[in-house]
T-cell receptor, first 112, second 114 residues
Framework: QQPVQSPQAVILREGEDAVINCSSS?????VHWYRQKHGEAPVFLMI?????EQKGHEKISASFNEKKQQSSLYLTASQLSYSGTYFC?????????????FGQGTILTVHP | DSGVTQTPKHLITATGQRVTLRCSPR?????VYWYQQSLDQGLQFLIQ???????AKGNILERFSAQQFPDLHSELNLSSLELGDSALYFC?????????????FGPGTRLTVL
């Protein structure tokens, strides 16, 4: 089942902060965050694993609440280059191991 | 540049036809994933191969098939094409097959079915 992202869209001015949330109805093994600019490929941002391990970019932070099956991506001091669509992909493990199910995306627009 | 290459970049074809999309993973990556992205369905996982073997399957239609060759490149075959198959098809690769591995996406193939 597809995870739900919120908000659907965010408009910021440079330097402002944003939080993007990803919520699943299933217990999760891992959450993956990607950013995609229009017409381009998704670019990896971060993986959060059950148990607390994280892998990703230094300037991006995120959290993973295993009990609530939720993850949040924190974008601080936003830059123009942060604009794009952010996707979370979830892996429920078990028989679903190896399959990433993506949310519908959150469109982030950063203005000067 | 992720290091994953996909050809062709654009493909325009007619309903009922068959096409083949090609993907070369990053050097050293053994896993290849195929995704379909359309406006109404979003980004959907189709299938994963690891070192030549199918590892995971998503919502891939029976008209679609894929394989990974000994040199690790992969092909996605789409047959009896319908208008609804028009989409952006991405290939991604990772070192191994676990979900702890980062997936690097290729630039995609835009398929238009007329």
């Amino acid at each position: 089942q597809q995870p739900v992202q919120s908000p659907q869209a965010v408009i910021l001015r440079e330097g402002e902060d944003a939080v993007i949330n990803c919520s699943s109805s299933k217990a999760l093994y891992s959450v993956h965050w990607y950013r995609q600019k229009h017409g381009e490929a998704p670019v990896f941002l971060m993986i959060l694993l059950k148990g607390g391990e994280q892998k990703g970019h230094e300037k991006i932070s995120a959290s993973f609440n295993e009990k609530k099956q939720q993850s949040s991506l924190y974008l601080t001091a936003s830059q123009l280059s942060y604009s794009g669509t952010y996707f979370c992909g979830t892996d429920a493990g078990g028989t679903s191991y190896g399959k990433l199910t993506f949310g519908q995306g959150t469109i982030l627009t950063v203005h000067p | 540049d992720s290091g994953v290459t996909q050809t062709p970049k654009h493909l325009i074809t007619a309903t009922g036809q068959r096409v083949t999309l090609r993907c070369s993973p990053r050097s050293g990556d053994l896993s290849v994933y195929w995704y379909q992205q359309s406006l109404d369905q979003g980004l959907q996982f189709l299938i994963q191969y690891y070192n030549g073997e199918e590892r995971a399957k998503g919502n891939i239609l029976e008209r679609f098939s894929a394989q990974q060759f000994p040199d690790l490149h992969s092909e996605l075959n789409l047959s009896s094409l319908e208008l609804g198959d028009s989409a952006l098809y991405f290939c991604a690769s990772s070192v191994a097959w676990g979900m702890t591995d980062t997936q690097y996406f290729g630039p995609g193939t835009r398929l238009t079915v007329l």
